[in-house]
């Protein structure tokens, strides 16, 4: 069993920020919600308490027995770092100013966690308390220009605090305070994609048995890797069903079944277009959309399921940000996602997501060391419910075959001058306006087509694309001229957050 570190989330958008550097570094990571208590078990080497939206006085703010964790090296940054000094005797206050940005790190005395860090290392704060006063036991270790105890421990105890973030990127050596903490606590780095796909492959055999499994393919990296790990581990007890719900881009159907035979994979690709227009004729709410979407999927996939005999198991190609992005501590949903939770009851299989824990590069790691082809790896994601959030509004077959023609087209010219690698996920979404325009002497009112294209690593964050202007001139005109329905092109300049990827 590979050496492991928990965080306990205390609702930190950076939480996952901290589980990706902990990855980085070799060493494998679990984000549990902050209430979790981690068992006392010899795979465990260290544990890390997350920032928080809420100050430790507030009555709402979450709260655990720190008592109650297991003996191992404990990290607290941000919130974290608080509430451990206000637990243990110190006290908490408001700042002056709300400390939010740059600040520069005073090394006050020697520790192991600063170990190396450089004198006046810049560090990212975020925060409108600050520790006014440290433990009786407390030790000052560095401070900034306004932060007093920026840095502590508690003496004869394996017990660090931090009041800023090291897990983001402005925090200059903040992944080297991080590998500090792993050394401290003594934990081998063998979190690597050969070491996941071993692990994962003789879990599979252990979890799955002889038992079938239908795996649902949506043509994308998650699933496809997903496949190809459970082929691995269990070969011809695996059928994959590929569904063409009508909302997939142009031509991805026929590509994506060759593809699939080509890795060996027992596929059956589902014709369902006019059942899902069917279905969604007439609806314009995003959130119904995708409902009515997963509900299909079920739908299908129950009629297929019937057609094998003892299948037992759903498989899905789920990774974190789905199930981040879905669930929430504080009780906030970003969006659902029609592939987390709720499935098996309706379908009576159970559910098998051998890639849950993963981060989309994770991901793709994995599928190299599968030997899958870099074409299908580096493919940009693309949602579940495909083209039904890039149509906004109602979906018609004919808006999809408008967006269908402006997507094959921009995705066509990023790939032909050089830009489909530097972009994380792109795609061409479908107003529901129109606008006039002027095509020859003939006036025309026609839909306005959106082009988004955002760089990222995990999905958690993202930011726009700075696409050459050339480009943009050279898409939008191929468009208008080409794409019956469409007059006017514009371009997404909307980071995450605010923004989501997805319009929908």
Known sequence: MLDKIII????????????????????????HPYHYVPKTEESLKGIILSGSPYSVSQPEAFRIDLSKLPKVPLLGICYGAQFIASQLGGAVGKSATREYGRAHLDILAEDPLLKGLSSKSTVWMSHSDTITQLPTDGQRLASTETIENAAYRIKGKEIWGVQFHPEVAHSEEGT??????????????????????????????????????????????????????????IGDQLTCIFVDHGLLRKGEFEQVLDDYKHLGLNVKGIDAKDYFFRQLAGVSDPEKKRKIIGKGFIDVFEVEASKIQDVKWLAQGTIYPDVIESISITGQVIKSHHNVGGLPVKMKLKLVEPLRLLFKDEVRKVGLELGMKHDMIFRHPFPGPGLGIRVLGDITPEKVRIIQEADHIYISLLKEWGLYEEVWQAGAILLPIRSVGVMGDERTYEYVCALRAVTSIDAMTADWAKL???????????????????????????SKPPATIEWE
């Open 8 to 31: 306990l989330d205390f609702g930190s958008q950076t939480t996952q920020l901290i589980a990706r550097r902990i990855r980085e570094l070799g060493v494998y990571c679990e984000v």
């Open 468 to 494: 050459p202007h050339e480009f943009l001139a050279k898409v939008s005109n191929e468009i208008i001229n080409n794409v019956k329905g469409i007059n006017r092109v514009v371009y997404d300049c909307s």
């Open 176 to 233: 080297k305070l991080l590998d500090n903490f792993l050394a401290i606590c003594k934990v081998a780095k063998e979190w690597t994609p050969a070491s996941f796909v071993e692990s994962t492959v003789a879990e599979l055999r252990k979890q799955l048995g002889s038992d079938k499994v239908l795996l649902a393919l949506s043509g994308g990296v998650d699933s496809s890797v997903a496949a190809v790990l459970l082929n691995k581990a």
